[in-house]
């Protein structure tokens, strides 16, 4: 295939006679051109996440036909696995924002250089957010009844419609602050601060706010003890710092590896320090939890014992939580070695283990326990279903599909300079 | 045409063809749904004249999904009327008859046995609802316990109606809290917000053989609910509304429970609040029941 790799597309240059109406199209038609196009590898594994899709898209349509009965949930536990997976991808949303705060207002050049990795990031994980609530309704063919002006909006009462307003309004922060750096590129201009450094201070405000929003949605319920806590909200962020800059690091390896992009050690040196105090205010806030809830010994913390120790011979989480916790506490030893982000095993290893960490801590750990006991106290566990982890799964690759053609396209602003050709 | 081009032409056929196989069981289930159920308003946003084409519609497609004639009303709080109840823990039995009356009279799914009642047995000396049980089978009554039945509390403050997204639950003017099926986006936040354990979702499409289904319904309490959204006890106001008693109150064999006017000071409930010890369940979580618990020993 390497014989007609192309090198130049005349046919979609921008027009500079032509109005930014005109160019914009051209440039989302060439972007979409440049999307599709690439080696042996990146069909492959496009093929691959396609298809991850469509067994998850499969398995939604049959969700659909036959009702939510088909998934593990039931009125005792009823939200499981994709409002786990919600709650994890607004944390990876808000993750990014570790590259742009040290890019924006550290000025740190070499940071500045890869920043759109996180942005970009922040845009596939709100359309993993969207899907996966998406796919926890009854009815998703009422979405439409949320929409402000045609349905009703229960606003400013309900934290859900807060969520739907920040969690949307974050994506297009970053559409737009994505679309405009590239644009420039395309049109071959420097971008304008004016049009785009406002924006990116706003997301950054914006980026703690979603994850605050989507805390108040569980820690507002008086009638759930085990998420009714002023910490949720704290602990949510920190654990976003932890989760957002382990998939960036891990990302930028990838990128450097297999898609040739040029970069130095340090925007993976910086992140490796976020994560080096993020990581560890996430274990102070879980100790903190932990021991309010088991040395008062109140009878609210049977959630707490039932996730930590099982409670009445259930203890379909004790398995979860402690591989959390042991994750969290050796990616914690890991990254505090002075050598680690010299040592690519070593940190490769580190941010694998904070990231599932964090995976099963914001899900099994948090959205599940929070059902059980039942509200009456009744004990009834919950396993996810095949058809949940296949919906699970191709919301992923769904998500993982955006984040690459996303990337795809803004490679070659990383891997070229300002000013240089294109 | 490059060889390049002519496999991302196959490619793409490929895939859109995977993506129509993969979509087809939607494509099955929306068949199902009519433009008109697809396009409904807001319950409190429809004309008389719009509800009254609903509720026929609604009648002819019980009559196709499940054989049955039945007849849909809408029945409007009356003016000064709000109703509460109170239950007798010294005299329920826990013999679950309120449980499985509302089980009948709302055309509630068969296979689940689902019903807006749950009863506890309760250890005597403590009302730890921690301490209480829920499957119990043996016999009733055991003179070591003692029972508490639970459903909607029909809260003055109710959480499920504040976290609802798109106002598809609410309180009425008489004080229950109802939904309007037809709107329920299905989130179940509401479900996550009751303190009480009093809401259901429609996990699948509710199964009622032809001559189980009670006729007499209405819009917003007992009609058979879709797919997809949720429940909850409504007090039966099909009944209630109309002058009658709930029919938990009509099956339960001992007396336990009152029902009433909250409003009326004449109303045997207004007695009760006035006369006997009674508490609410969970006090502390401010949601103010209109559901009352009495001890008369």
Known sequence: MSNNAPVSRPRFAPDPARGHFYNYVRFLWRSGLDATDGSGWFYAWMTLLSAVALVGLNAWATQIQHGMGVTGMNDHVSWGLYIANFTFMVGLAAGGVMMVIPAYLYHDEEMHDVVIVGEMLAVAAIVMCIGFVVVDLGRPDRVWHMLPGIGVFHWPVSMLTWDVLVLNGYLLLNLHICGYLLYMRFIGRTPNPRWYVPFVFISIVWAISIHTVTAFLYCGLGGRPFWNTALLAPRFLASAFVSGPAFIILGLQILRRFAGVQMSDRPISILANIMRVTILINLLMLASEVFTEFYSGTSHTSAARYLYFGLHGAHGLVPWIWTSVAFCVIAAVLLLRPGVVGHKVQLTVACVLAFVAVWIEKGMGLIIPGFIPSTLHELVEYTPSLIEWQIMAGVWAAGLLVYTIALKIGLPVLTTKPGAKH | ?297
């Not at chain 2, 979702?201 to 009609?223: C, D, G, H, M």
């Open chain 2, 1 to 297: 045409m490059t060889r390049r081009n002519a496999l991302k032409i196959a490619g793409a056929t490929l895939g859109a063809a995977a993506f129509a196989k993969a979509i087809a069981p939607i494509a099955e289930w929306g068949a199902e749904e009519s433009v008109d159920e697809f396009l409904q308003k807001h319950y409190r946003e429809l004309s008389p004249e719009a509800l009254a084409k609903v509720i026929t519609r609604l009648e002819q497609e019980t009559k196709e999904d499940y054989g049955a004639e039945v007849h849909i009303s809408d029945p409007r709080p009356q003016e000064g009327v709000k109703f509460g109840y109170a239950l007798n823990l010294s005299i329920c039995v826990g013999c679950r008859r309120c449980a499985e009356a509302c089980h009948k009279e709302n055309n509630h799914d068969r296979p689940s046995g689902n019903s807006y009642i749950r009863v506890l047995e309760m250890q005597k000396g403590s009302i730890d609802l921690a301490q209480g049980n829920v499957t119990y089978t043996h016999p009733v009554s055991d003179s070591e316990k003692y029972y508490m039945p639970v459903q909607c509390q029909q809260c003055d403050n109710p959480p499920c109606v504040h976290v609802c997204p798109v106002e598809a639950t609410w309180k009425e003017k008489d004080g229950i809290v109802v939904v309007d099926y037809n709107w329920c986006i299905g989130c179940r936040y509401c479900e996550a917000a009751c303190p009480y354990h009093a809401r259901r979702f429609n996990w699948t499409k509710p199964e009622i053989p032809k001559e189980e289904i009670n006729p007499v319904q209405a819009y917003l309490s007992n009609r058979i609910r879709p797919q997809g959204v949720m429940e909850k006890c409504t007090f039966c106001l099909h009944r209630t509304r109309e002058g009658r008693l709930p029919a938990c109150l009509e099956a339960c064999p001992t007396g336990a429970r009152v029902f009433g006017n909250l409003l009326d000071p004449k109303s045997e409930i207004r007695w009760v609040l006035a006369n006997k010890r009674v508490f609410v369940l969970k006090e502390e979580l401010g949601t103010k029941p209109s559901f009352f618990y009495f001890f008369d020993k």
